[in-house]
């Protein structure tokens, strides 16, 4: 990988897990709750536009949490096969 890709990629990953830190530190809880998925999904759309450089942190980050219930989901459904 070309160091000035992955020096990039390591900034905003360093970026999203501090954003997640203080979040974690006020409390933030329910992020693996599926019944927060559509909450999630909106939350994407809202921030989306006017797009600022932080909103970029929080959509990532949503977008993890989006990918963990879906990956939990996906889980799920293997075992009850």
């Known amino acids: 990988m070309d160091n000035k890709l992955l020096n ?3 900034k905003f990953n360093l970026a999203c897990m ?3 830190r203080q979040k974690e530190k ?6 693996d709750n599926p019944e927060y998925e559509k909450e999630f999904e909106g939350k994407i759309v809202i921030q ?3 797009l ?3 909103d ?3 959509i990532s980050n949503y977008c993890m949490f989006l990918w963990n219930l879906m990956e939990n989901k996906k889980e799920e ?3 009850n096969e």
């Open 8 to 10: 990039s990629s390591m």
């Open 18 to 20: 501090d954003k997640l």
């Open 26 to 31: 006020k409390g933030w809880i329910g992020w």
């Open 48 to 50: 989306s536009l006017p």
């Open 52 to 54: 600022m450089q932080n």
């Open 56 to 58: 970029c942190v929080n």
């Open 77 to 79: 459904d293997k075992v």
